[in-house]
């Protein structure tokens, strides 16, 4: 590389901050078992620590995103928690509701026909709402498992109009910086439909909530073979895209390691990115997490290696000349394109 092409990299990567999730440092598995660890964390404390970690070797994890019901078993904790991140000198981030384990959830939640659940459901999130006022997080990361496994068991369109509704009044109380983000599954826990099954149905629910919320793209929640990269294009292209969750996966939504898979489609979705920086000269807040569960690597190590492929491959994609890439485009030069 020439010395403008380094200055590039360098640049790129400086800016490029990636969060840790404290669930990724616990011991979790599948729906078969798990395999634990010893040097798993068991509370929010290990979390942090660990958390803190990642960040010393890689330079780019200041942030640490939480779990409500994993990580504040009781609310009174909160300000206890932030001063330990700040003595480990990490940031808690994104704050995620949950929403999906509780036994009244068995039917839904925000979509449940029972209204006790939804109104369990709604409160919830209020408090995840009050909680990320108290660590100064500007995202409340939703993710659903909303569905149903029959058909004609559901009634598809009253539950999109009460997933709108909630979500909507939830928005309400949220600060004016604050940022919520909505995320997408084809499907699991249900089987037949899920209430937010793909980035459009995503993007139709953010737009109907308003200008606090955007789509949140999960690497893992695509059938085989998406396009995952277009989907970041359009998004882009709308204003509407919020944050990603990192993983990567071979039949669906499997929480392996970035880019043990398909590190191209990586190199893909970051080329889409400041490729629209580029032609725009727009500079989108997007939140770059990672959502993966280490069931038999070790969950630092795994962490450090998905955060340094992250980096590579972002400088990668840095390093693409666009103006000459616009020029292969516009001439239908394929080959030179692609290259």
Request: with cysteine; proline share 4%; aromatic share 10%.
């Amino acid at each position: 590389m020439n010395d403008k092409q380094t200055e590039r990299v360098i640049s790129a990567l400086d800016e490029l901050a990636i969060e840790t999730p404290s669930w990724g440092f616990a011991d979790t598995g599948t729906r078969f078992g798990k395999f634990l660890q010893d040097g798993a964390a068991i509370d929010i404390n290990d979390k942090m620590a660990d958390a803190a970690e990642v960040h010393r070797y890689t330079g780019c994890c200041p942030s640490m995103a939480v779990h409500v019901l994993w990580d504040f078993k009781d609310p009174k904790d909160v300000p206890s928690v932030i001063q330990a991140a700040e003595k480990l000198g990490i940031k808690l981030g994104a704050v995620n509701p949950n929403v999906f384990e509780g036994q009244l959830y068995k039917y839904g939640s925000v979509c449940n026909r029972d209204q006790t659940p939804r109104e369990d459901a709604k409160a919830h999130l209020l408090d995840s709402v009050k909680i990320a006022k108290q660590v100064s997080s500007r995202y409340l990361s939703l993710w659903f498992g909303d569905g149903s496994n029959y058909p004609g068991q559901a009634n598809i369109r009253w539950r999109k109009r009460a997933m709108t509704q909630c979500l909507q009044e939830v928005a309400a109380e949220m600060a004016a910086d604050q940022i919520m983000l909505v995320e997408y599954k084809p499907f699991e826990p249900a089987f037949y439909h899920t209430d937010l099954a793909d980035w459009g149905m995503a993007y139709l629910v953010a737009k109907a909530v308003g200008p606090k919320a955007k789509v949140l793209v999960d690497t893992g929640h695509h059938y085989q073979g998406q396009n995952v990269e277009q989907i970041v294009a359009w998004l882009l292209d709308e204003d509407m895209l919020g944050g990603f969750h990192f993983n990567d996966r071979r039949y669906a939504d499997d929480d392996l390691t970035l880019g043990s898979i398909d590190p191209y489609q990586v190199f893909r979705i970051f080329h889409e990115i400041l490729f629209f920086r580029w032609e725009t000269g727009k500079k989108p807040e997007i939140a770059y997490m990672i959502d993966q569960s280490h069931n038999d690597k070790n969950k630092i190590e795994a962490t450090i290696q998905t955060v340094c492929t992250a980096q590579e491959l972002y400088a990668k994609a840095a390093l693409v000349r666009h103006a000459e890439l616009t020029r292969f485009q516009e001439n239908n030069s394929e080959i030179d394109a692609e290259e």
